[in-house]
Every structure is written in C-alpha cells, then in structure tokens.
C-alpha cells in the first residue's frame, strides 16, 4: 500500500488581503465606489510602493461590513487553497480592526461569518483555522484591547494571536501580551524581519517568546542557526516577499533551507498580489530547489500548520 499524500496546506494568507478580484468589482460597483489605482495596479502584477499595498488593503477590509461579506471573503481562501489542490490554511484576520478600530461590523457578526465559511470549507474537504493579528506599531496596549475584546467568547477554530503591521515596536516589549494569549490556549506567531531588521527575528524569538515567525527575510546566519536548533516554523511568501521586499534578493529560502529552518509556504496576500500555493511552489522551483527540498516545504507545512493541529502544546 503506498502512503496517504502529505497535506498540502497554505500556511499564511490575510482574510482582508484575500479577497477575490471579481467579488471586490462587483460590490464596488453595487455601493457606487472607485477602485484605488493602487488595487488596479497590483491585480495586473506590478508593484506599487508599500504606501499603495495598504491603500488596497484597507480598500478590500472596508468591504467586510457583514457576516456574509466575512463568509465570502473566507470562502475566497478556500477556493483559491483547492483550486491549488490544498487542504488546509492557517487564516490570519484582524477583528480588532473591523470591530472596534472602523466600527464597521459587530464582533458576532465577524464571528459568524468565520464560522460559516469554515463550515462550508470543511464539507469541500478543507481544514482552517484562524489567527488573530494585532498591529505591532500599535504597540502592546493595542495588543492588550485585541485581547480584551476577543477573550470573553473565542470560538474553538481561533488558534493563535500574531502581530504584522510595521516592525517598530520592540517584541520584548510585546511579552506581556504574547504571554496572557498563551495563557488563553494560544499559539503566538510574529510578522518579524520584513519590513524591519533582521534583528527582530532573533528578539521575537529570544523576548517575545513566540513559537512561529512570519517571513524572517532579513534574519542573519547566527539567527537562522537559532530557529533551526529551536524547530521554530517559518512561514515564507515569495510573491509577497518580491512585492513588498524587493531590496532582499535574491530570495533567502534556499539559504533558509540549507541552514535547517522549518520553512513553509504561504500566499499572504494573494487577492491584492495575485498567486496561489502553485505559484509559491513554482517560485521556490525557480529559486533553484530540488524536488527533496520542495518536499521538505510541503512535509514542514503540513506539520506544523495550527488548522491540522488539535490542542496547542
């Protein structure tokens, strides 16, 4: 008997970054709104400066105004993970943002919409899970109010708290959050050296305590020899990395991978910079991996992705 394939799973992708272009046209054009230059301009693949990318960001989270907007705009990760022949995603959302930031949707309506997506994702044959995110140039007082609003009532498909955002507040700093969403049966990820130094990678680790590290482009030799000894999983979005990082080239994974760091692969924003986990695959194939080390993304994403995980440790 051969062996049942390994998962093939989308280990970082944004709810509000995710959208599908077609969808986003259409309600546009229902509520009478333009379309950002910015939005345009990404979906014909080419970059805009990083001012841009959140301009069309925020463009598509303002759209999120409804359960049913929430569900299609979950639904739209799930499409896209099985039209690449995935079976799972780790979803990253920010409720703090919708709710209470713009005010735009109530925290059961959010809820509900997750949870209808999620149940329709489970009947195509797909597992999800999300994780909340915080914006770390907020700082931990913003951390704390994320915390305070999602607490009281987290849904059991909740399964980790990240920081993303600017990397300008130190991730020692942001201890005392990480450590009460451990306390609640969290997993805690950071969005670290990316548009910060790769520094950050190391402190996320060493002071923040957290256990995944989202990107980790800019991470030196000495910190990928500490996620390797400490089977810290990194998650690695090469179209999202040429996008809003085009001055790390060429492209680290390789050297990630030679090192021993648990790389896997993520979309991260594929309705605004468009990709799937095929064109990741094919971008790590163009980096110049071999077939083993593609093998070695995919065995690392289904391992430890949080959607196939059953309790955190």
């Known amino acids: ?183 609640a049966g969290l997993r805690i990820a950071a969005h670290a050296g990316e548009n910060g130094p790769g520094s950050n990678v190391r402190e996320a680790v060493l002071e923040g305590g957290v256990s995944r590290i989202v990107h980790g482009l800019r991470a030196n030799d000495a910190t990928l020899a500490l996620l390797a000894e400490r089977r810290i999983p990194v998650d690695v979005c090469p179209s999202s990395n040429g996008a809003l990082a085009p001055d790390v080239a060429p492209h680290p994974l390789p050297r990630m991978l030679v090192a021993g760091v648990r790389c896997a692969l993520g979309t991260d924003d594929p309705g605004l910079v468009p990709c799937d986990l095929g064109t990741e695959f094919d971008a790590a194939l163009d980096m110049g991996l071999d077939d083993l080390a593609l093998a070695r993304l995919r065995q690392n994403g289904a391992e430890d992705a949080w959607c196939l995980a059953e309790a955190a440790p």
């Open 1 to 183: 008997m051969s062996p049942s394939p390994v998962p093939l799973v989308d280990r970082h992708t944004h709810l509000e970054g995710a959208l599908d272009p077609a969808w986003v046209r259409d309600e546009a054009r229902r509520r009478g709104l333009g379309l950002p230059a910015s939005l345009e301009t990404l979906w014909a693949g080419r970059a805009v400066p990083f001012d841009g990318f959140i301009e069309a960001f925020l463009y598509g989270a303002a759209l999120l105004d409804s359960r049913e907007a929430v569900r299609e705009a979950l639904l739209a990760v799930a499409r896209r993970t099985q039209a690449a022949g995935g079976t799972g995603f780790d979803l990253w959302a920010s409720p703090h943002f919708l709710v209470v930031h713009r005010g735009q949707i109530p925290l059961e309506a959010f809820w509900r919409g997750l949870e209808d997506g999620l149940a329709e994702a489970r009947t195509w044959g797909l597992r999800g899970c999300v994780v909340l995110d915080a914006v770390n140039h907020l700082g931990p007082r913003h951390g704390q109010a994320v915390l305070d609003l999602v607490l009281p009532e987290l849904p059991a498909f909740v399964k980790g708290f990240s920081t993303g955002g600017l990397e300008r507040c130190p991730f020692r700093d942001w201890a005392p959050v990480f450590d009460r969403a451990r306390a």
